[in-house]
């Protein structure tokens, strides 16, 4: 598998969780760890492969170290780069915007040249509106422990099966 790296907050409890899992379940494929409070843009382009968790916060907002690191990403190329996204909501408390930092993450690393992968069925959710719904899909992965914890794992592990898939494809 070519460069990977996974970008996420150390500071997110819930989030670390689930990248343990996602790493876990890589098994020998090496994930390399980049912390999204500190990160540089120079440090994350040598990556093919990137892995973004993006929860979503404030009413369908990016948490603040995203905000925060997207300046220094604005006028990079993402060509030739797959980036794959995914994300904690709650579709209970806040379901008009459903996971939308998947959304807004996946639109600023599109309009870069990144080709997203990893997209989902938005099947076995109930929401009202997301800003990262593309037809009948999820532009990444939506965990929500809140309200369907019990689900997580198994929306882990197949979500890893179909990223080894895609980060290894030529295309
Ligand atoms: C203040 C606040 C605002 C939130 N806003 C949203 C939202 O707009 N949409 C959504 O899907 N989830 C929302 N959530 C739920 C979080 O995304 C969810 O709890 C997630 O697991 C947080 O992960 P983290 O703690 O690792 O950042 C919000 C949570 C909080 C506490």
């Keep these: 598998m070519k460069k990977t790296a996974i970008i996420y907050s150390y500071r997110s409890v819930k989030t670390r969780q689930q990248v343990q899992k996602i790493i876990h379940q890589f098994g020998d494929d090496p994930i390399e760890q980049l ?3 500190s990160v540089t843009g120079d440090a994350i382009m040598p990556y093919t492969n990137l892995i973004l968790a993006v929860p979503t916060w404030f009413d369908g907002e990016l948490p603040n170290y995203w905000d925060e690191l997207l300046p220094d990403l604005e006028e990079r190329n993402f060509k030739g780069k797959k980036v794959a996204i995914f994300g ?10 459903f996971v939308d930092g998947i959304g807004i993450m996946a639109q600023f690393m599109e309009q870069r040249g990144a080709k997203l992968v990893g997209f989902t069925s938005t099947e076995g959710y109930s929401f009202e ?4 719904v593309r037809g009948n899909e999820f532009m990444g992965l939506a965990i929500d422990v809140e309200n369907q914890s019990a689900l997580t794992d198994s929306r882990i592990e197949k979500w890893v099966l179909s990223l080894k898939i895609a980060f290894d494809s030529k295309k």
């Excluded at 904690?88 to 915007?97: A, F, S, T, V």
């Excluded at 509106?129 to 990262?132: I, K, L, N, Y």
């Design 35 to 37: 912390d999204a409070d």
């Design 88 to 97: 904690g909501g709650n579709q209970r408390d806040y379901p008009e915007n």
């Design 129 to 132: 509106s997301s800003r990262a």
